[in-house]
């Protein structure tokens, strides 16, 4: 049975209509990659409810690695079908949902599908309206991943207490090596500071991205200090790159 198909029969047993010309494209889309490896499906009009259907119809899908939904309007709650997904998929290596509408509720969604049993290695949720209770719980399941290796949380909403508790997760998990937490203006000294601490026990950091965020010079010093200390890692802080 191919993707479309599948499709069909979810919307008619649920009575769902997914409108617009969005549906059609995605439909396309999904008909001509039956069995896909990878799935994008970007700026494709997918709301909540496409979301949801798309959840339930890749649930059956064994060979799926990248999933790419940049530039929908996924919320909270087609986030909570999609992290159902991820929580059952033994294959899933990367997913991008960069720009939709996803707030702390639905990253405590995602949050809880990031157990010990996930393959995920690339978690995209750049550009969303994502908070300090949403990057914390992140965080918190970052701790029980043992294959997350990239996070990009540019362009959200994170403060200090989402930086600490990210910096605090870098340290207890050493498979973290690509983190970008750019454009978080709220994002202080003491966020800052925390991030500059985990530096220190965190061995195998390749990428981290804090430009520009809302902490001084003085702060952006002790970073600068931290990152010359791991020659292998390339770091953008306050305008200052090192490679």
Not at 53 to 69: I, M, N, Y
Not at 92 to 102: A, V
Not at 115 to 129: F, I, K, P, V, Y
Not at 149 to 169: F, V
């Amino acid at each position: 049975m191919s993707l479309l198909t599948t499709m069909r029969h979810h919307v008619d047993r649920c009575g769902c209509q997914l409108g617009g010309a969005g549906t059609y494209q995605l439909s396309v889309e999904i008909d001509e990659r039956a069995h896909p490896s990878i799935l994008r499906l970007v700026d494709r009009k997918i709301d909540d409810q496409s979301a949801t259907l798309l959840a339930a119809t890749l649930g059956e899908q064994v060979s799926l690695e990248t999933l790419d939904l940049r530039t929908n309007t996924i919320g909270d709650a087609g986030t909570a079908s999609l992290a159902s997904f991820v929580a059952q998929s033994a294959s899933l290596l990367t997913l991008r949902l960069w720009s939709n509408c996803i707030g702390d509720n639905g990253a405590i969604s995602l949050a809880s599908s990031l157990g010990e049993h996930s393959r995920l290695r690339t978690l995209d949720l750049g550009r969303n309206a994502i908070g300090d209770s949403g990057a914390s719980s992140l965080a918190v399941s970052f701790e029980r991943s043992a294959t997350l290796q990239a996070l990009d949380l540019r362009h959200n909403r994170i403060g200090n207490p989402g930086a600490i508790s990210i910096s605090e997760a870098l340290w207890k998990n050493p498979s973290l090596q690509d983190i970008n937490l750019g454009y978080n203006s709220r994002i202080l000294e003491a966020g800052a500071t925390a991030l500059a601490e985990s530096l220190e026990k965190n061995t195998n950091m390749h990428k981290l991205n804090l430009q520009p965020n809302g902490f001084g010079d003085e702060v952006a010093a002790s970073l600068a200090e931290a990152i010359d200390r791991k020659p292998v890692l390339n770091a953008a802080v306050q305008g200052r790159l090192f490679f």
